[in-house]
């Protein structure tokens, strides 16, 4: 049905009917305004649909951006599409658009929770299909949250209601994701390969890392090791390639650089011209001079400004660079990475200081006036230790009475309601404002934040439950919190899809068809019901 035209309900059901009619008496048994439902409930037929639909949102988002540098974007990051689901379905009830609201594919989490070799560390070791296959979950999920709300819109209007513009209006809960490619997992053909099976999947927007891969490492450990420009930049036309053999033409490639804390490089670049990239790579590798007669059998030296050179070699074969070259060399990286197809930037920094990160934004955008950052608000931060520590600094420098705070213990929650706590927190919040402002960051995001919040909510309900408060635990803290909060969850039978297959049962079957939706459907005892004094409890999706 691929002449099928996807505007409205009308426009479907009329293109349904001129079928029926040319098919005749074979097709007595299908309803026009059933398969038109069904239609609409499944906007998006292939992930390839989903890339490029998400695709053109990203880069309106980005032109918005660089009209309007307050118009920054945001997404959380998620190990399951549930959680994927669940998230957006909450966006959209609480903030009535999922506009500027994306998703995060975080390859930690690929790492820590998807991986059939258990539990990993974030280092590339889990199996790389394990990424695409994520990336479609997710978006199974999030197609399943489309069907249900529609299909909930679509009962009502059988009910007498109203809602044909909300039909005819109806927002996606599917958006952009931008999904985690680590260092390419292997040489620049595994990556092409890769980012193609994660297009198909529905990513428009991939982000690598400037790592070696079978050395890489979490952007907030320590032992990174760096690649040359020119390996990168292979890698970066490896995805680009891949966007343009699937048809995604503005697809995004997200740059990182973890050059501000790695300290080593696998190899020496080889140099044709003098100043070129590998020249560039080479000057910050550190070396001391030595005599040629000094030098030993099987010695690597270099040519560095008419002297002779032995670069600094650990055990393992690997070259350091200078001591403080770091910032000059996520600056050329940013720049080389932008000159060379990458459409964002990724700066993996130890802390968030928004000062420190606009003083290397700043300077790629000297070359790059359009350059534009995502930024990872990484849980890896102790958040609070390091705002209150700026704050700390702060009211120092305007001549506060800093007596009361001991410098070396600020996390202490005695601190928690002091102008000290609310200056930090202040900070905080207003973080991504001033971040998209001040620092060029166009997309903030949390890598890991349904890690920890299913850690956290686990850690709560296992106390009360299995302690002192039994069943209390989770009926006070979870069945009773979800009703009160209108979450959609709380009719898990309807979230799975119970009431949207017992109308596709009614389409395929009539009357013959067996649904759960009866009068012994325990689910029932969550409908709606107006009470006198009671709050209505809406269960949106």
Not at 277 to 304: G, M, P, T
Not at 353 to 376: C, G, S, T, W
Not at 495 to 514: C, E, P, Q, T, W
Request: hydrophobic share 40%.
């Amino acid at each position: 049905m691929k002449n099928l035209q996807l505007n409205t309900f009308g426009s479907v059901l009329e293109t349904v009917k001129q079928l029926k009619q040319r098919y005749g008496d074979t097709w007595d048994s299908i309803q026009p305004k059933n398969a038109a439902r069904m239609l609409l409930q499944n906007r998006f037929k292939t992930g390839l649909d989903i890339a490029k639909y998400t695709a053109a949102i990203m880069r309106n988002d980005m032109a918005a951006y660089d009209a309007d540098n307050s118009n920054y974007t945001q997404s959380l990051g998620c190990w399951h599409g549930f959680v994927a689901q669940q998230k957006m379905i909450a966006v959209k009830k609480h903030h009535k658009t999922t506009s500027k609201r994306y998703l995060y594919l975080s390859g930690w989490m690929v790492a820590a929770l998807r991986s059939e070799f258990g539990p990993l560390p974030d280092q590339s070791m889990h199996e790389k299909t394990a990424v695409p296959a994520l990336i479609e979950e997710i978006y199974d999920f999030l197609r399943q949250a489309d069907a249900i709300a529609l299909n909930d819109l679509f009962r009502r209007m059988e009910n007498g209601e109203d809602v044909q513009a909300q039909i005819d209006n109806f927002e996606t809960h599917v958006v952009p994701i931008i999904a985690d490619i680590d260092a390419g997992f292997g040489n620049e053909e595994a990556t092409y390969l890769l980012a193609k099976k994660m297009i198909k999947a529905g990513a428009c927007a991939i982000q690598i890392e400037n790592q070696v891969s079978d050395a890489k490492q979490c952007g907030h450990q320590d032992g990174k090791v760096t690649v040359p420009h020119e390996d990168f930049i292979a890698k970066l036309n490896a995805v680009r390639y891949a966007f343009l053999e699937l048809g995604v033409d503005d697809g995004v490639i997200v740059a990182r650089t973890d050059s501000e804390g790695a300290g080593l490089t696998q190899k020496l670049p080889v140099s044709q011209t003098p100043g070129d990239l590998a020249s560039q790579y080479l000057a910050f590798v550190d070396a001391e001079e030595i005599a040629l007669i000094d030098a030993r059998e099987d010695d690597v030296l270099i040519k560095r400004d008419g002297r002779l050179m032995r670069p600094k070699r650990l055990a393992n074969g690997l070259y350091r660079f200078k001591e403080g070259s770091n910032i000059d060399r996520v600056v050329l990286d940013c720049i080389t990475s932008l000159k060379n197809g990458a459409d964002l930037l990724w700066i993996e920094t130890p802390t968030p200081n928004l000062e420190q990160i606009a003083h290397m934004v700043n300077r790629v955008k000297a070359v790059v006036p359009d350059a534009k950052l995502v930024y990872n608000n990484s849980p890896s931060f102790n958040w609070t230790l390091n705002f209150r520590n700026q704050a700390y600094e702060e009211m120092l420098a305007e001549g506060e009475n800093m007596t009361e705070y001991d410098r070396n213990n600020l996390m202490d929650a005695e601190y928690d309601g002091s102008e000290l706590c609310h200056r930090a927190d202040e900070k905080i919040k207003t973080f991504q404002l001033d971040g998209a402002k001040e620092a060029g960051i166009f997309h903030h995001l949390i890598t890991l934040p349904t890690y920890h919040t299913t850690a956290l909510h686990m850690n709560d309900l296992a106390e009360g439950y299995f302690g002192k408060d039994g069943m209390l635990a989770y009926v006070r803290d979870v069945q009773r919190q979800e009703i009160r909060k209108g979450v959609a969850c709380v009719k898990h039978q309807r979230m799975a899809g119970s009431d949207l297959g017992d109308d596709h049962k009614s389409f395929f079957s009539g009357d013959n068809a067996i649904k759960a939706g009866g009068a012994k459907n325990t689910s029932n005892q969550f409908e709606e019901k107006e009470q006198i004094g009671t709050p209505k409890m809406t269960a949106v999706a």
